[in-house]
């Protein structure tokens, strides 16, 4: 049974396109009824800005599948969607009712890269005045989180410290990154000096025989990552963080960096990146950042 006749051209031509897909090649209804809703958006939202859907171009099919990612579509449904009208305009070339066909290597966008999550600087400062640097473990957390976000250390990195990696008397560290690879990351001041204290203050109590690991638990041996990773979830947690982890602050680290001027390239150090590409992450996150401020302030955004 044919569909009922569109009111308008267009709509005309899409019931004929869905016949086809009915009556010749036997798809199901749930199927042509997919492929109508898809062609018929596009449609719609051409008629809206006084187009035709027949005369579409390439661009005007790649911007629409474009909208319906930001949209927020499934990326199964954008493919389904840019799928149907690749099969619609074949339908025109084939019936001659158009010469070429503008969904020719018509590509649906690959899905946003999925940003890594980071805090702001005013979450890191209020994480900072968390712990109760007048006990010894407590101490111990304050270097070690200012540490982790002074230098953009991997968790790894932070608990395999050595005493003979750290040079505090000259504002850096060395340490070794994923393939045994040196690098010197430097120190602020903030850092160093709990760091000192800690060394100074607290080490020597816990440490109950001899070994060079920076920092030790109450037993006085190595943290461990898993260790670390909860101490640092707990602070989060009391300053209403959700998800905080080692790696969120290496994120932070370096698109804080970013937003205060620094060099990608010298960010790609810093973190002991061997590709640039790997790094330009937080070019889109600083990005993703400034749109968002840009949005919400801006009075004519």
Known sequence: MSAAPGSVPWQREVDLFLDVLRVERGLSPHTVAAYGRDVRK???????????????????LQGHLRE??????????????AASLRA???H?????????????????????????????????????EVPDATNDLGLRDQAMIELLYATGLRVSELVGLQRAQLRLDHGFLVTLGKGSKERVVPIGERAIGWTTRYLDEVRPRLVDRRHDIVFVNHRGGGLTRQGFWKILKAYGVS????????????????THLLEHGADLRVVQTLLGHSELSTTQIYTHIHQHRLQSLYERFHPRS
Do not use: C, M, N
Not at 244 to 253: A, Q, T, Y
């Open 92 to 128: 025109l070339v084939e019936d001659h009712r158009r010469a070429d066909d503008p969904s020719a290597h018509l590509v649906a966008p690959k899905p946003l890269a999925r940003l890594p999550k980071v805090v702001s600087q005013e979450q890191v400062e209020a994480l900072l």
């Open 239 to 254: 300053v209403g963080i959700t998800d905080l982890s080692p790696h969120v602050l290496r994120h932070s680290f370096a």
């Open 68 to 81: 319906l990612r930001r949209s927020g579509l499934a990326p199964r449904s954008v493919r389904r969607a």
């Open 88 to 90: 619609f305009y074949r």
């Open 42 to 60: 596009l449609g719609t939202e051409l008629a809206a800005a006084g187009r035709d859907l027949r005369t579409a171009t390439r661009s005007d």
